[in-house]
């Protein structure tokens, strides 16, 4: 038994030819050509830049207020630390660590509207040479966790240089011939016991009257700190370097600060494969200091159930982040992430239409065929779900094998393209020289920074492309011979978001994307007092699988692969952060009722959106589109738990537009309900009738007036089988029955074997 199983093993690897993936190459090097995206100067210049190597500028990630506006004193929130520099004598820089929350308004007796992080100026580091704000940025890494802010002094040597990294566990300050200057808003007690005088050493605890205490460590030899008017002054100018954390409340944490403090990151590099079902990417931290020391670095909550125990180790060292529940600091150098269970979804549901429903489907859809399409570009999203909208009605007539109907909606689909791809539209796409993006023209003029929503200074790029790779990737499969005539165009719009490689200079490395926190964020180049935001989590959930599914049409297994692992990273976030079951342990107990976080901001959660406060809103903006990938992300416990306490009371009244998502999405729970109201409710402008009605009709639900469910294939004379599965997805099928024939043999005994 046990050669035939062992055969049969063989057979499977040699056959779908199971490998390693590098998802981060480059799906170009070429810088984009002007005659298809004009090049521009951007009107928005960075401020207090001075990068010693020359690269592709970031524009929404933790670190952009330091670069924008006329002091650049915004918050750069590193979690759990939140940095400000400080415009106001004492010049330098402010920590804010408080573990303190305000809470919004009560909505009712079981949750608030927002909840915030109290930012408080626990402890300032500054120099007495400086005398006035003056800072600049003079490093930052590729993937946009880390940046480096020199201090200085005009007609001084004095410097101090501050590497800001997600999730540093201290607070690092290089000095160089400048005399420390430690202070605080609140009043220092003590300061290694004394209340006064010079006190020599290489660690010091400052005991502070909120109940705080914070170390305070020089890594290359004693200082010495005179301890008088509240503030601590160092005798004499050092070069050495200072760390700072906040004192844990459990000693043998506190030891653990001691024994790693000689190491700090400085900045880190991402990798990323993908094997099968499973996708791994790990952190490699660039160290400086001690380098036989192991790096001590915090976690936040979705990183701890798939982080390696092989690479590292968890400690008793805690803090609260600003807004993404408690941190844990873990030992490694290196760390690796994985995810053991990838989408394998594809263009259309798993699971076949109800058979009942199939005339109405079918009918609908050449009654919206007969209506045509209005793809006449004028902003960038609602025009992007226009093609997106009509993509799937060509994806279903495809499906139905309505021929004629087929062939005029295609031939729509691809002349739509074919005025974006000749830059007939009035905001055709330019190619930004100073950011190193492709950006709307309609806002690069005077006072236009909002027109196309902000497109044009970086605001929802992933939410709008991804409208339009996934309508390039529908017309790729089904005319696979039209993927040459579009294939720049729409993969200029996944490097401009979501550039995988640093070796495509052209745009920086995942511009949206934030692999520590695991999602993407939306805010551009405009400062921001509580940090970058994300609203629509459902539209970042349909640029990863619109790349997913350009790497499916156009049979790439590194840019399938790539989404897909993004994808995997995003729901385990999305589910953690922003979709709040019931027993949801991480976010704030008064906020957990809403359900949804609303606008997620670094610093704060605030339960409404940018257009509007209705609950409808709120809910919809983070169920749009709907799509195949929808049920994966929005789960049966969670939609029944937010129907129950909220939709179910407000969708009656709701603005009428809006009930056609509320009830797609009760479709996943209340399938034949929710297919009766599709028929009649009014739309969202990116949902046509046909589409929310085969939505619903896919939903695996028992709730039907026959209490049945048909999972049958449809009949394949009347439907396309053109939705085939790739490469990638043959590997993951290999993956999976390799790992079933090792569980068969590894739980036979020898003589079963034999």
Same mark, same amino acid.
Request: charged share 15%; aromatic share 12%.
């Given at each position: 038994?046990?050669?035939?199983?062992?055969?049969?093993?063989?057979?499977?690897?040699?056959?779908?030819?199971?490998?390693?993936?590098?998802?981060?190459?480059?799906?170009?090097?070429?810088?984009?050509?002007?005659?298809?995206?004009?090049?521009?100067?951007?009107?928005?210049?960075?401020?207090?830049?001075?990068?010693?190597? /020359?690269?592709?500028?970031?524009?929404?990630?933790?670190?952009?207020?330091?670069?924008?506006?006329?002091?650049?004193?915004?918050?750069?929130?590193?979690?759990?630390?939140?940095?400000?520099?400080?415009?106001?004598?004492?010049?330098?820089?402010?920590?804010?660590?408080?573990?303190?929350?305000?809470?919004?308004?009560?909505?009712?007796?079981?949750?608030?509207?927002?909840?915030?992080?109290?930012?408080?100026?626990?402890?300032?580091?500054?120099?007495?040479?400086?005398?006035?704000?003056?800072?600049?940025?003079?490093?930052?890494?590729?993937?946009?966790?880390?940046?480096?802010?020199?201090?200085?002094?005009?007609?001084?040597?004095?410097?101090?240089?501050?590497?800001?990294?997600?999730?540093?566990?201290?607070?690092?300050?290089?000095?160089?011939?400048?005399?420390?200057?430690?202070?605080?808003? /609140?009043?220092?007690?003590?300061?290694?016991?004394?209340?006064?005088?010079?006190?020599?050493?290489?660690?010091?605890?400052?005991?502070?009257?909120?109940?705080? $205490? @914070?170390?305070?460590?020089?890594?290359? +030899?004693?200082?010495?700190?005179?301890?008088?008017?509240?503030?601590?002054?160092?005798?004499?100018?050092?070069?050495?370097?200072?760390?700072?954390?906040?004192?844990?409340?459990?000693?043998?944490?506190?030891?653990?600060?001691?024994?790693?403090?000689?190491?700090?990151?400085?900045?880190?590099?991402?990798?990323?494969?993908?094997?099968?079902?499973?996708?791994?990417?790990?952190?490699?931290?660039?160290?400086?200091?001690?380098?036989?020391?192991?790096?001590?670095?915090?976690?936040?909550?979705?990183?701890?159930?798939?982080?390696?125990?092989?690479? *590292?180790?968890?400690?008793?060292?805690?803090?609260?982040?600003?807004?993404?529940?408690?941190?844990?600091?873990?030992?490694?150098?290196?760390?690796?992430?994985?995810?053991?269970?990838?989408?394998?979804?594809?263009?259309?549901?798993?699971?076949?239409?109800?058979?009942?429903?199939?005339?109405?489907?079918?009918?609908?859809?050449?009654?919206?065929?007969?209506?045509?399409?209005?793809?006449?570009?004028?902003?960038?999203?609602?025009?992007?779900?226009?093609? /997106?909208?009509?993509?799937?009605?060509?994806?279903?007539?495809?499906?139905?094998?309505?021929?004629?109907?087929?062939?005029?909606?295609?031939?729509?689909?691809?002349? #739509?393209?074919?005025?974006?791809?000749?830059?007939?539209?009035?905001?055709?796409?330019?190619?930004?020289?100073?950011?190193? *993006?492709?950006?709307?023209?309609?806002?690069?003029?005077?006072?236009? !920074?909002?027109?196309?929503?902000?497109?044009?200074?970086?605001?929802?790029? /992933?939410?709008?492309? #991804?409208?339009?790779?996934?309508?390039?990737? %529908?017309?790729?499969?089904?005319?696979?011979?039209?993927?040459?005539?579009?294939?720049?165009?729409?993969?200029?719009?996944?490097?401009?978001?979501?550039?995988?490689?640093?070796?495509?200079?052209?745009?920086?490395?995942?511009?949206?994307?934030?692999?520590?926190?695991?999602?993407? @964020?939306?805010?551009?180049?405009?400062?921001?007092?509580? *940090?970058?935001?994300? !609203?629509?989590?459902?539209? &970042?959930?349909?640029?990863?699988?619109? %790349?997913?599914?350009?790497?499916?049409?156009?049979?790439?297994?590194?840019?399938?692969?790539?989404?897909?692992?993004?994808?995997?990273?995003?729901?385990?976030?999305?589910?953690?952060?922003?979709?709040?079951?019931?027993?949801?342990?991480?976010?704030?107990?008064?906020?957990?009722?809403?359900?949804?976080?609303?606008?997620?901001?670094?610093?704060?959660?605030?339960?409404?959106?940018?257009?509007?406060?209705?609950?409808?809103?709120?809910? +919809?903006?983070?169920?749009?589109?709907?799509?195949?990938?929808?049920? &994966? %992300?929005?789960?049966?416990?969670?939609?029944?738990? &937010?129907?129950?306490?909220?939709?179910?009371?407000?969708?009656?009244?709701?603005?009428?537009?809006?009930?056609?998502?509320?009830?797609?999405?009760?479709?996943?729970?209340?399938?034949?309900?929710?297919?009766?109201?599709?028929?009649?409710?009014?739309?969202?402008?990116?949902?046509?009738?046909?589409?929310? =009605?085969?939505?619903?009709?896919?939903?695996?639900?028992?709730?039907?007036?026959?209490?049945?469910?048909?999972?049958?294939?449809?009949?394949?004379?009347?439907?396309?089988?053109?939705?085939?599965?790739?490469?990638?997805?043959?590997?993951?099928? $290999?993956?999976?029955?390799?790992?079933? =024939?090792?569980?068969?043999?590894?739980?036979?005994?020898?003589?079963?074997?034999?």
């Amino acid at each position: 038994m046990v050669m035939n199983l062992l055969s049969s093993l063989v057979l499977i690897i040699v056959l779908c030819k199971t490998v390693s993936i590098d998802v981060l190459v480059p799906l170009s090097t070429n810088v984009p050509d002007s005659t298809l995206y004009p090049h521009v100067i951007h009107p928005r210049q960075p401020k207090r830049l001075n990068l010693s190597i /020359h690269a592709p500028l970031h524009t929404n990630k933790f670190y952009s207020n330091a670069i924008l506006g006329d002091y650049g004193n915004n918050p750069l929130l590193t979690h759990p630390y939140v940095i400000s520099m400080s415009k106001d004598s004492p010049y330098g820089v402010s920590i804010s660590l408080t573990e303190e929350w305000s809470y919004g308004p009560q909505i009712d007796s079981t949750r608030v509207k927002y909840f915030i992080n109290r930012i408080v100026k626990n402890i300032q580091m500054s120099a007495l040479e400086f005398l006035s704000q003056q800072f600049e940025v003079n490093n930052v890494d590729e993937p946009g966790f880390a940046c480096t802010i020199k201090m200085f002094q005009s007609n001084s040597s004095a410097t101090i240089t501050l590497p800001l990294v997600r999730g540093m566990a201290y607070v690092t300050f290089e000095f160089v011939f400048a005399t420390p200057r430690i202070s605080t808003i /609140h009043s220092i007690l003590s300061v290694n016991g004394r209340t006064s005088g010079n006190i020599t050493g290489k660690r010091f605890e400052i005991v502070l009257n909120n109940n705080q $205490a @914070w170390l305070l460590y020089a890594l290359d +030899g004693e200082i010495t700190l005179e301890f008088s008017g509240n503030q601590l002054i160092g005798t004499n100018p050092v070069t050495n370097v200072l760390r700072l954390a906040k004192k844990q409340a459990e000693p043998s944490a506190n030891a653990v600060l001691d024994a790693q403090v000689g190491v700090y990151p400085i900045a880190c590099q991402l990798e990323a494969r993908v094997i099968g079902f499973q996708g791994s990417y790990m952190f490699k931290w660039q160290r400086k200091g001690n380098l036989s020391k192991t790096l001590l670095h915090f976690t936040f909550p979705h990183h701890r159930s798939i982080i390696s125990l092989v690479d *590292g180790q968890f400690t008793n060292v805690e803090a609260m982040s600003a807004s993404k529940g408690r941190m844990i600091g873990y030992l490694g150098n290196i760390w690796t992430l994985t995810e053991n269970a990838l989408s394998t979804m594809q263009f259309l549901a798993p699971h076949s239409p109800a058979i009942q429903y199939r005339n109405l489907i079918v009918t609908q859809l050449k009654k919206d065929l007969a209506v045509g399409a209005n793809l006449t570009v004028s902003d960038y999203y609602f025009t992007g779900k226009e093609f /997106h909208k009509y993509a799937l009605l060509c994806l279903l007539a495809d499906y139905y094998r309505e021929i004629a109907e087929f062939n005029r909606c295609i031939k729509t689909l691809k002349d #739509g393209f074919e005025v974006l791809i000749t830059r007939k539209n009035a905001n055709a796409l330019r190619y930004d020289t100073t950011w190193s *993006g492709l950006v709307s023209s309609a806002g690069l003029g005077q006072n236009q !920074e909002l027109n196309d929503f902000g497109n044009s200074y970086y605001n929802d790029h /992933h939410y709008h492309w #991804g409208y339009f790779i996934q309508a390039g990737a %529908i017309i790729a499969h089904l005319d696979p011979n039209y993927v040459s005539k579009i294939r720049d165009w729409v993969e200029g719009l996944i490097r401009d978001a979501s550039n995988p490689s640093s070796l495509d200079t052209s745009f920086p490395q995942f511009r949206y994307f934030d692999w520590f926190s695991g999602h993407s @964020w939306s805010q551009g180049l405009f400062e921001s007092a509580d *940090g970058k935001d994300q !609203e629509s989590t459902s539209e &970042e959930i349909n640029f990863h699988y619109g %790349i997913a599914l350009w790497g499916l049409a156009t049979k790439s297994s590194t840019i399938e692969g790539l989404g897909r692992l993004m994808l995997g990273t995003a729901k385990r976030a999305i589910q953690t952060y922003f979709l709040m079951n019931n027993d949801n342990t991480v976010m704030p107990q008064q906020f957990i009722a809403n359900k949804v976080t609303g606008i997620f901001f670094e610093n704060k959660a605030d339960y409404t959106t940018w257009f509007g406060t209705n609950p409808e809103f709120i809910h +919809g903006i983070q169920m749009i589109p709907c799509t195949p990938i929808t049920e &994966e %992300i929005r789960l049966v416990k969670f939609v029944e738990e &937010e129907w129950v306490t909220i939709l179910s009371k407000i969708v009656h009244n709701a603005v009428p537009e809006w009930k056609s998502l509320l009830y797609m999405n009760y479709a996943i729970i209340n399938r034949h309900e929710a297919f009766i109201q599709l028929t009649n409710v009014s739309l969202d402008n990116g949902v046509s009738r046909t589409w929310a =009605l085969y939505w619903a009709a896919t939903r695996p639900s028992t709730n039907d007036s026959n209490g049945t469910v048909s999972t049958r294939k449809p009949d394949l004379s009347t439907v396309s089988t053109t939705n085939t599965a790739s490469s990638y997805t043959s590997t993951m099928v $290999a993956s999976a029955l390799i790992q079933l =024939l090792l569980t068969i043999i590894a739980s036979k005994t020898p003589a079963m074997l034999i």
